[in-house]
Structure formats: structure tokens, C-alpha cells
């Protein structure tokens, strides 16, 4: 399954932003979809899944960002405002297309990934 993440961007602190992720596979219907991110030096981080209908986020995320997904347009959308310096990252979309690892909060869990997005959020 091939993922695609656009909509990375420079904003200011305070700012909001949205990224997509569109999939090659439109008749799929991954067990997840999530998305991740990567700030230089530091590990890839989960910040929010999407399974079926329940989503999960990570704790820093704190009421700021909302995932969710177009199912007719094949999208997945991550709507963050209050953006920070500190999620300066690469974004990175990922599904569980083939295997089924709840609770879908971790890496290893997913199976496709995208090649990411760069946000960069500096005043």
C-alpha cells in the first residue's frame, strides 16, 4: 500500500495546519491509520490512529490535533492547531493494512508508511 503525505508546512507558533495522506489503494480498509512524527535526533513518535471508528491519541497532544478520514476521497487528515516549536518534525501517515496489532499505538504495528511531510513551526 503506497501513502502519500502532503500539506507540511512553515507556520508561525499558534498556528494551525492540516496534512493529508492519500492512499493507492482505494478498496483497502487498513485494520489502522496513523500518523507519526520525527523531530531531528529524537525517535518516531505516535500521535493519533484511527481504527474503524475509534481514534487514540498520544498525551502531548492534549485536545490540539483531530484525526480523521474521507473514506470517498481515500484521505486521511490530521488537523493540528496550537502549534508549537516543539512539533517541528517529519509527519509521517502509516496503515496497518495486513496485520492486526491493537492497540495500534506503536511503529511495529503498521505495516505501510508514507515518506513524510516536513512541519516546521518557528516564529
Known amino acids: 500500500v503506497q501513502l502519500v503525505e502532503s500539506g507540511g508546512a512553515l507556520v508561525h507558533p499558534g498556528d494551525s495546519l492540516r496534512l493529508s495522506c492519500t492512499t493507492s489503494?482505494?478498496?483497502?480498509?487498513?485494520?489502522?491509520m496513523g500518523w507519526f512524527r520525527q523531530a531531528p535526533g529524537k525517535e518516531r513518535e505516535f500521535i493519533a490512529r484511527l481504527s474503524g471508528a475509534s481514534d487514540a491519541y498520544a498525551d502531548f497532544v492534549g485536545g490540539r490535533f483531530t484525526i480523521s478520514r474521507d473514506t470517498k476521497n481515500n484521505t486521511l487528515y490530521l488537523q493540528m492547531a496550537s502549534l508549537r516549536p516543539e512539533d517541528t518534525a517529519v509527519y509521517y501517515c502509516a496503515a496497518a493494512a495486513f496485520v492486526y496489532s491493537p492497540p495500534f499505538r506503536t511503529s511495529d504495528a503498521y505495516d505501510s508508511w508514507g515518506p513524510g511531510t516536513q512541519v516546521t513551526v518557528s516564529s
Open positions: 489503494a482505494p478498496n483497502l480498509t487498513p485494520y489502522a
